[in-house]
C-alpha cells in the first residue's frame, strides 16, 4: 500500500465552525486588543480549573514573561531538562539568568527528580518541569523538592493540554508557580501562533498584564504619578508587545471545545500503536506516569538494537522517502552550539539524554491520522526495522 500524500507528524485540525469563528471576529469592530482575548482566557480557566489565564502571542513568550517575573538575578540557576525543545531553556537566557541543565529519565523522557537533587545549588530558583510528549513529569517529588529549597515552579505544559495527573489538569498548586501552553499548530489546539499562561498569584496576574502590553498600565489605582486625563497612562517597566489577536483567541474559543475529542483521537492512536509494537523486540515505546494520564503531543518510539540506532539516519529518511514525516524529539540541549559555549557543555555530560537521542523517533499522531494512514506507517517502521536490524 503507497499513500498519496505526506503524513506529517503532527498537524492541526480546522473545521468549518472554527473558521465561522475566526470571520465573525474580522467582521466585528475588534481584531486585536478587544474583548475575545478575555473570553478566551475565561474559558480555558473553566477547562483547567485555573484561578486565571492570560493569553499571549506565543508558548515562547509565556515562558519568557513567566520567567522574568520570578526577578532572576545573572548568577541565578533555573534547571531544565535536557531533552526539551529550545524555547524551554531560553526563556531562562532571556530573564537574565542561566539555565541548569538535568538529565531524563530514560523510560519516559521527563526531568529526573534525583538528578535534579544533584543539580540544586545555593544559585538554584526554579525549575521548568516539560510534560515531555504530553505524559506529566513526576510532579509529586518535583513539588516536594521545589516546597523543600523554596524553589518557583514554571510548568512548561506546552505539550500537555488535555493531560491530567492526579485526575488533575497541569496547572499550579502553589501561589509561586506558573503553568505554559502553545498554541502552534502541532500542538493540541491552535490559534496559529498563541500561548497561555495560568496562575494562581494575583501579583504575578498584574505583571504579567504589564510586561504583555510594553509595560504599560492604564488602571489608576496603579498609577505611580497622578493622572492628567482621560488620555493618561504610565509605563512603569520594560515590557513587550506579546499581546495576541481577538480573532487568533477566537480560533482558540473554538478549538477548545473540540479538545476532548481531539485528546481521545491522540489516546487511540497512541493505543494502537502500542498494540502494534507490543511484541517487537525492536521498538519499544515510553512509560505513562502510573499517577497520570498522556495527552499524546507526541508518540515517540526507541529503537532497542544498537544496529537499529546506528542505522536510524537511513531508516528516518526511508521513512521520510515513504511520505512519512518523522521526526526527532529533541536534540539534548548540550548539544546546541549556543549551549555548550554558554554553560561550558559538551558531549558526555548528559548520558540519559544521549542514549535517549540516539533512539528516539516520533512516528505521526494527530487527530486527522486515519487507521488507514496510520497502517500504512505501522508497516513501513516494522519493515524497515526488520530490514535494517542486523
Ligand atoms: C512548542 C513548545 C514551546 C514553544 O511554543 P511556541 O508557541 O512555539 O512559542 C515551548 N516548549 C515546548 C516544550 C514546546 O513544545
Known amino acids: 500500500m503507497k499513500s498519496t500524500r505526506f503524513i506529517p507528524y503532527g498537524k492541526q485540525s480546522i473545521s468549518d465552525r472554527d473558521i465561522a469563528s475566526v470571520v465573525e471576529v474580522l467582521k466585528s469592530d475588534w481584531i486585536t486588543q478587544g474583548p475575545t482575548v478575555s473570553k478566551f482566557e475565561q474559558a480555558f480557566s473553566v477547562k483547567l480549573k485555573a484561578p486565571w489565564s492570560l493569553a499571549i502571542s506565543s508558548g515562547t513568550a509565556a515562558l519568557h514573561l513567566s520567567c522574568l517575573v520570578q526577578e532572576?538575578?545573572?548568577?541565578?540557576?533555573?534547571?531544565?531538562?535536557?531533552?526539551?525543545?529550545?524555547?524551554?531553556?531560553?526563556?531562562?537566557?532571556?530573564?537574565?539568568?542561566?539555565p541548569r541543565i538535568v538529565d531524563i529519565d530514560p523510560k519516559t523522557g521527563n526531568i529526573c527528580a534525583d538528578d535534579i537533587l544533584r543539580k540544586i545549588n545555593k544559585r538554584t530558583r526554579g525549575i521548568i518541569p516539560v510534560h515531555f510528549g504530553g505524559n506529566p513529569a513526576d510532579m509529586n517529588r518535583i513539588r516536594q523538592i521545589a516546597n523543600k529549597y523554596k524553589l518557583f515552579i514554571v510548568e512548561d505544559s506546552c505539550h500537555a493540554l488535555g493531560a491530567s495527573y492526579e485526575g488533575e489538569p497541569p496547572g499550579p498548586r502553589r501561589e509561586s508557580d506558573l503553568s505554559v501552553f502553545s498554541f502552534h499548530p502541532v500542538k493540541h489546539i491552535t490559534t496559529g501562533e498563541g500561548g497561555m499562561i495560568t496562575g494562581k498569584s494575583k501579583r504575578f496576574r498584574n505583571a504579567l498584564l504589564k510586561l504583555r502590553n510594553h509595560g504599560i498600565t492604564k488602571n489608576p489605582g496603579e498609577f505611580q504619578n497622578s493622572s492628567e486625563g482621560d488620555w493618561y497612562y504610565e509605563q512603569q517597566e520594560l515590557g513587550y508587545n506579546y499581546r495576541i489577536t481577538d480573532f487568533q483567541c477566537a480560533l482558540g474559543i473554538s478549538q477548545l471545545k473540540r479538545l476532548d475529542e481531539f485528546v481521545a483521537k491522540r489516546r487511540k492512536i497512541a493505543e494502537r500503536y502500542r498494540r502494534a509494537f507490543k511484541n517487537s523486540d525492536l521498538i519499544e515505546c515510553l512509560d505513562e506516569n502510573p499517577k497520570g494520564k498522556s495527552s499524546y503531543h507526541l508518540f515517540v518510539g526507541l529503537l532497542v538494537l544498537v544496529n537499529l540506532r546506528?542505522?536510524?539516519?537511513?531508516?528516518?529518511?526511508?521513512?521520510?522517502?515513504?511520505?512519512?514525516?518523522?521526526?526527532?524529539?529533541?536534540?539534548?540541549?548540550?548539544f546546541q552550539p549556543f549551549y555548550q559555549d554558554l554553560l561550558s557543555l559538551k558531549a558526555g555530560d548528559f548520558p540519559n539524554a544521549e542514549n535517549f537521542y540516539e533512539r528516539a523517533i516520533s512516528l505521526p499522531i494527530y487527530p486527522l491520522l486515519t487507521e488507514k494512514e496510520q497502517d500504512y506507517v505501522i508497516e513501513s517502521v516494522l519493515e524497515l526495522l526488520n530490514k535494517y536490524k542486523s
Not at 74 to 97: M, R
Not at 323 to 329: E, F, L, N, P, T
Open 72 to 98: 532572576l538575578k545573572p548568577q541565578d540557576e533555573v534547571l531544565v531538562p535536557a531533552v526539551t525543545f529550545i524555547a524551554t531553556a531560553n526563556a531562562v537566557v532571556y530573564a537574565g539568568a542561566r
Open 310 to 334: 546506528t542505522n536510524r539516519k537511513v531508516i528516518f529518511q526511508k521513512l521520510r522517502e515513504k511520505g512519512i514525516g518523522v521526526q526527532v524529539h529533541y536534540i539534548p540541549l548540550h
